[in-house]
């Protein structure tokens, strides 16, 4: 009697084992996010403490963001969601040159990326060259978007960069 406790406890004991590193293993998997994931999840927190007027933190967050997308960008490379934002986070970091580079290399991919053609043309105002905005613009006239309004705004001086 002793030796069939002995053998079912050892018995149910694997079964329980097999059990849950089976479970835990597959809940992980489906919980991993990609480093472009992380990435958003990072400049999503930016932009809101960039609106309380935390600059510290916001440009903390935008530095891990950036280095996650490099990561994805290595890993996965031109593709034009992580370019646009490789863009945005380094624009955000102040080297627009760097950023440029990436949103015109996120536009060889996709000339008609909503996002890309925007913060381009946010860039553009930035560093006082207006009629290129205009040109981000005009592609975006037909979008039906945000991005459309939020930039011809910005163009004409009515409305600051959210981002």
């Known amino acids: ?64 963001a950036q280095k996650l997308l490099l990561k994805s960008n290595v890993k996965k490379p031109n593709k034009p969601d992580t370019l646009n934002y490789l863009g945005f986070t380094t624009r955000k970091l102040g080297d627009y040159e760097n950023g440029e580079k990436y949103y015109l290399q996120g536009l060889e991919l996709d000339p008609n990326h909503i996002g890309i053609n925007e913060y381009l043309g946010e860039l553009y105002v930035a560093t006082n060259r207006v009629e290129l905005a205009k040109e981000r613009l005009e592609i975006l006239k037909g979008c039906n978007c945000d991005e459309f309004n939020d930039l011809k705004e910005i163009i004409a001086g009515t409305k600051q960069s959210k981002y």
């Open 1 to 64: 009697m002793i030796k069939n406790f002995i053998c079912t406890l050892f018995i149910s004991t694997i079964l329980l084992v097999n059990a849950n590193s089976a479970g835990s293993s597959s809940s992980t998997s489906g919980e991993m996010k990609s480093n472009y994931e992380k990435a958003v999840l990072h400049i999503k927190a930016a932009k809101k403490y960039e609106k309380k007027g935390k600059l510290d933190k916001a440009k903390k967050r935008y530095v891990k």
